[in-house]
């Protein structure tokens, strides 16, 4: 599956994430309201795995990435373990490591084919994040035209579109730390 997304920070003084809320509640459809605690792992060749635990379930996945004007396109493999211990244990005799933890709460709705999010990430703030699975990518310049409109309704334009992924913004505030032990 290909994935289209992208998100906007909320700066609290400029926008009310309860605003946000109480218009998605009202006009969209709720699909759920997670706590997400996700795990990060890499290997010497670089290669990523995220392991992410909510309160019903444990999935890992896989992402190849890419950026096009600031919207993410992201190949994406997934599936759900049971044992999360007995899976980071592998994990550590394939060589990955525990590079960083990331917890969010997350508020999501569905309109018009779309997934919104709206996300609480600890240490960051608020962000606005739509998305939207695609099954190939021939028609992707139209998905991207598609994701914007969805933001503007929020008032927001590709300009306010955030292009880092959140955990290269932890590491930015200095809220990334290695975590070599599991």
């Known amino acids: 599956m290909i994935e289209v997304e992208a998100k906007v920070f909320l700066n609290q003084e400029k926008i009310k994430y309860k605003n946000i809320l109480k218009f998605l509640e009202k006009n969209y459809q709720k699909i759920s309201e997670t706590q997400k605690k996700d795990y990060y792992f890499k290997n010497i060749l ?4 995220r392991v992410r635990e909510t309160e019903e379930k444990i999935i890992v996945t896989h992402k190849n990435k890419t950026l096009k004007n600031k919207i993410e396109v992201n190949q994406e493999s997934e599936f759900e373990i049971k044992d999360k211990s007995a899976f980071f244990k592998f994990l550590k005799k394939l060589n990955f490591i525990l590079f960083a ?6 508020y999501a ?17 608020w962000f606005l994040e739509i998305e939207k699975l695609c099954s ?8 991207f035209v598609l ?3 969805e933001f503007e309704v929020f008032g927001f334009s590709k300009k306010d579109f955030e292009p880092k992924k959140y955990l290269e913004l932890l590491k930015e505030k200095n809220l990334f730390r290695n975590i070599a032990s599991f």
Do not use: M, S
């Open 46 to 49: 670089k290669q990523k795995i």
């Open 109 to 125: 709705f569905k309109h018009n084919n779309f997934t919104i999010e709206l996300n609480y990430v600890k240490n960051l703030g």
């Open 101 to 106: 933890q990331k917890n969010k709460k997350t």
């Open 147 to 149: 994701l914007e409109k």
């Open 136 to 143: 190939h990518k021939k028609n992707l310049n139209q998905e």
